[in-house]
């Protein structure tokens, strides 16, 4: 018997406790909840709260939503958990992370993180001239650290100068042997002391998507003789005293603990050998990696890992420290530049489903008409036969002959057009009784269990994955959906995702499963009056900033959401930011936005000169075609009336 629906089987269903290390949940209400303050469990956010009061001011989905509580807490959790690691290993040596701004360079996001980290002395990382120039527009305070990585011209090295100018701690890390000199050149030409990192090649391999951050052939850092080389010649020049930083990076979204480990252990002996030559360092950067459990699995795959913060902490902690130990050398300050395990969670992309694309939409009349062809009535029969013998097998084989040979017969010219419709409307017919059928059968065949999936039906959304969940479409990341209501009704359809680009790979057809991936998720029938919006999880680290201009659609609308207590919706938005307006994209790609509306407003005109349009109606259009310009570039919600 089938049991009555509840949010415990929502929750089976999406693994929102999983997936989301404790900031979402379920309401009893069915509603999905956010639980961005930590210490405010008690005080949830309804996600359709948010979009129900977003409406309310005509806001256009798709919308970003950014819980700035989660960013905080994340910059505190990782803080403290190597905090703890270090107190509980005797570590005589303090944490000092960063955070690299590449994975999400929003200001409000540096902002809050920058805020939450002052407390820890948290600083920021930066991988190119812009990167850098929005670094050192932050006060990070005295005992941070400014990290620049990534390859320098002589202008990324002067403004790294003068960050040292301003007294700030800013590492040049030496990716590439010919940065040394132009880096020594100009400190003595700016008169300031630089502090120096150097990058090593770890030998480690790791496994993984971005295992060619390691390895032989890595793109960064400086081989074991090259270090050597590197220190004779800094030394040489008398900057040897500058020498701070060890710095490595093995890779993104590590999965496995093992490997964080073995390239810790890797680079901390490295470390220690080269203090015992006599070079100042203090510090050891352990790079980024610190990964995410996106599919919730907490096993080594993918899009998971088998350790948590805790666990990465003091796996760092306990293997630096007894590397140093044996080596009788002082501990490093440990720095660590994880970003994904920093922002993922905070953000989430909403949308809404616009409407459904399924083999059987519109169907037309299928009762038998004089003289109709035989294969239409044998397809008919077999609905017959089906629900008398239950014999789904055999009615599935026979349907798919019968289908096939209909095709082949409509190429001949044999079968007329309406006639193929309706043996095809029949068809759907019948394999839609055939999977009611399956629900209660025993054994299930392989063949049998393609019906399910020639049944599934595409949940149109209103978002480009191509903007907002890149990952997705070029390493197949998997990213969790969740609807954001109706959790106490069961899902009755299983859907994929179709985005609203052109292109047919602007879809989602891998969803966290039990027991691996599924290439279905069950959401609920859409309804004509109640409006069905849905959530892509876990969109803050690479994601939401790593968007292109495919098909024009550009940034979207976003909402930064706090946490209030006080509020008996236990939020507000505390800002909205417009999303890319059409004019806004096409200038990018050298459009004039004035121009074109210029010259159609000329077309108009011709055409309104030759009589064939009334002057009133000829301004309604340009003015329509002016206020296209200025909208959004994501679908318009037909209840959200007209551009004009
Ligand atoms: C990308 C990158 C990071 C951030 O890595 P995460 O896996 O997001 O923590 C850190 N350091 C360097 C050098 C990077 O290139």
Known sequence: MMSEWTTDD?????????????????????????????????IPIALQDVVDELRAQNVQFPVVMRFHDILRNRVRQLNEAFASAIAEAEYQAPYRGVYPIKVNQMREVVDEIVDAGKAFHYGLEAGSKPELMAVLSYDTGEEALTICNGYKDEDFLRLALLGRKLGRKVVVVIEKFSEIEPLLRLSAEMKVQPIIGLRIKMRVKTEGRWSESSGERAKFGLTTSEILNAIHLIQERGYGDAIRLLHFHVGSQLSDIRFVREAVQEAARIYARLVKRGIPLSYLDIGGGLAV???GSRSSSHSSMNYAMGDYANGVVYAVKQVCDLEEVAHPTLVTESGRAISAHHSCVVMRVMGEIANDANPIATDPVDGEHILVTNMRDLSVNLAEAQNYQDVY??????MEDALSAFKLGVLGLEELARTETLYWKLMRAVAKGLETAEFVSEDLRNVEAL??????????????????????QILPVAPLTRLNE???????????TCDSDGRIAQFIGDQGNRSMLPLHPLEAERSYYIGLFLTGAYQDVMGDMHNLFGR?????????????TGFYIEEFVHGSSASQVLKVMQYNPEAMAGQVKAMIDRIVAKGELRSRDGVKLVDFYESCLASYTYLRHPDLGSAT
């Open 556 to 568: 979207l609308n976003e909402a930064h959401i706090y946490s209030d207590a006080n509020d008996p």
């Open 397 to 402: 084989n026979e349907a798919t002959q019968v």
């Open 293 to 295: 459990d996106y599919d």
């Open 490 to 500: 069961a899902p009755s359809r299983n859907c994929t995702l179709a985005d609203i």
């Open 455 to 476: 049944l599934g039906s595409q949940y149109l959304c209103n978002f480009s994955l191509f903007q907002s969940a890149a990952d997705s479409w070029a390493i197949q």
């Open 10 to 42: 929502a929750e089976e269903l999406y693994r929102i406790h999983r997936w989301s290390d404790g900031y979402f949940g379920i309401g009893a209400n069915g509603k999905l909840l956010a639980l961005p303050d930590v210490d405010h469990q008690e």
